[in-house]
């Protein structure tokens, strides 16, 4: 699965895989699927190709994925010398200009017309349904995937659910509603979840499989807040984990050692990294573990200092907690002796370890490791089946069970039992509960691009930027502007359609 993805997103039709703005700047005339597409594995490799826009710097190897991060209450600037387009996105100043969304937006829309182009091709086969139609589930789910965080990420966007034949076209594109982007997600994923196979090939977690689908369907409905869909859902992926293989690996630290196995029972969906390869584009350009890396180690650990939590996300963190550990570098090697995090030479704080102290094959910043990035795993279906049943019918034994497996696990520090975080026990309020719950996401899925779409769909930002007990203190934090980032300029000149801009930008 890696060689492909790797060998068929270096050479997959670039010119015709390109976003928005490139094609209005480069028309490169019609494109037919006919013409590329003459059996079921050329369609594969277009999904393949996919996937590789993904696994690229731009998106889940820094830019993205670090917009995510920095957004949130969890992670903030280390070394005030980084570009001001991170100080902007964290510090909730940034303008329209921002670099890291006019390098991100592009790069979405890449990978939905390289699933556009998959299943256009894929239609125009005539090959039976059962052959087909998993092809298509995939890149339908693929496309899912990319509409689903940009819509989170921008509200209104272009839906674009056709095979681009003639550039000229774009020009006349408009934003879509978020319902109707919404609709359309939810149609994928439901397609998804019907053809595609309970296991893929080699049961690879870098490809879909019904489970998958399920389990970003419980997702969807749980950020539109409906929760009897998304405990539905979620509930399902629970009742069949035996058949999609899932569960909760035994070591939280198993999770964030490179090289992961393909197949970790963890992981529902995972963004594969080839450790020491890279490409045109930033392909499998994987930068997060020197983004978050201290500053001044010791090679092999050497780093960056950009994406450093704040002290009081550290102190506030209760040191029995096994997932504090892993989740945290407090001390390294600098100049061959161990130094804490008093003594780092940029940023004297602790630092993010879940990417830094095991990058696998990398070079010697953690550059270009083999990470095997969890997107989705087996305990936010947990997590999510718990909020979701807790809002329908309260904190019932069952919702509390989901909450509890997850910390059992926590209590096994390496192969050695401890007695913390205790199991949650009856008698909470569902209001208590289900805080509970989002504490409990806030620690389990810390620094893994999650808690800036639950401060999102929470409407948290007032309370965590700005409250009493805020992690993360950012006055600046203006509800009525910054749950969505700005459409890039650039892109509102090209195509004026796609006016009004979200408001306050």
Not at 393 to 398: D, F, K
């Amino acid at each position: 699965m890696k060689i492909y993805i790797r060998r068929c997103f270096l050479f997959l039709l670039p010119a015709m895989l390109l976003s928005c703005a490139d094609l209005n700047e480069k028309p490169i005339g019609l494109l037919a699927p006919e013409a590329m597409f003459k059996s079921a594995k050329d369609v594969e490799t277009a999904v393949f190709g996919a996937y590789g826009w993904i696994a690229s710097e731009r998106l889940y190897g820094r830019q993205f994925v670090s917009a995510l991060m920095l957004r949130d209450d969890m992670s903030d600037i280390g070394d005030r010398g980084t570009p001001a387009e991170r100080q902007q996105v964290n510090d909730f100043n940034m303008d329209d200009n921002n670099n890291m969304v006019n390098q991100f937006w592009p790069y979405w829309y890449q990978v939905i017309s390289a699933s556009n182009a998959a299943i256009a091709g894929a239609e125009q086969l005539g090959l039976a349904e059962a052959e087909i139609n998993p092809l298509i589930a995939e890149a339908r789910f693929v496309r899912a995937f990319a509409y689903f965080h940009l819509v989170r990420v921008f509200g209104d966007v272009p839906y674009i659910d056709f095979f681009i034949n003639n550039p000229e076209s774009v020009k006349q594109l408009t934003r879509t509603p978020a319902a109707t982007v919404y609709t359309g997600i939810i149609a994928d994923f439901e397609f998804a979840k019907q053809w595609l196979p309970e296991k893929q090939p080699a049961d690879v977690r870098s490809r879909p499989t019904k489970g998958t689908a399920a389990a970003y369907l419980s997702t969807v409905h749980l950020t539109l807040q409906d929760y009897a869909k998304a405990y539905t859902e979620a509930k399902w992926v629970i009742d069949n984990k035996d058949k999609f293989g899932y569960g909760l690996e035994a070591d939280f630290q198993t999770l964030f050692r490179a090289p992961q196995a393909n197949n970790m029972k963890e992981h529902i969906f995972a963004i594969d990294f080839l450790g020491l390869q890279s490409g045109a584009g930033g392909a499998n350009d994987d930068i997060m573990p020197p983004m978050t890396g201290v500053r001044g180690g010791d090679a092999p650990r050497s780093g960056w200092s950009v994406i450093v939590p704040s002290q009081k996300v550290f102190d506030t963190w209760d040191a029995r907690d096994y997932r504090k550990h892993v989740s945290f570098d407090d001390s390294l090697l600098i100049g061959g002796k161990l130094a804490p995090y008093t003594e780092f030479p940029n940023t004297k704080r602790p630092h993010i370890a879940k990417y830094a102290r095991f990058a696998g094959n990398s070079n010697a910043e953690g550059r270009y490791s083999d990470h095997n990035y969890a997107a989705m795993r087996y305990a936010e279906v947990l997590l999510v089946a718990a909020e979701a049943s807790a809002e329908v019918n309260g904190p019932t034994a069952e919702a509390i069970g989901y909450v509890n497996e997850i910390r059992a696990r926590a209590r096994n520090w390496a192969g050695t039992a401890s007695a913390f975080p205790a199991n949650v026990t009856a008698g909470l309020t569902k209001q208590a509960f289900i805080d509970l719950i989002m504490e409990e996401r806030r620690l389990e899925l810390a620094f893994e691009y999650k808690r800036w779409y639950d401060i999102q769909r929470r409407k948290l930002g007032d309370v965590v930027f700005k409250g009493p007990n805020s992690l993360e203190p950012h006055p600046t934090f203006n509800a009525q502007r910054d749950y969505l980032m700005p459409i890039p300029r650039t892109e509102l000149q090209i195509n004026p359609n796609l006016a009004p801009q979200n408001p306050g930008y």
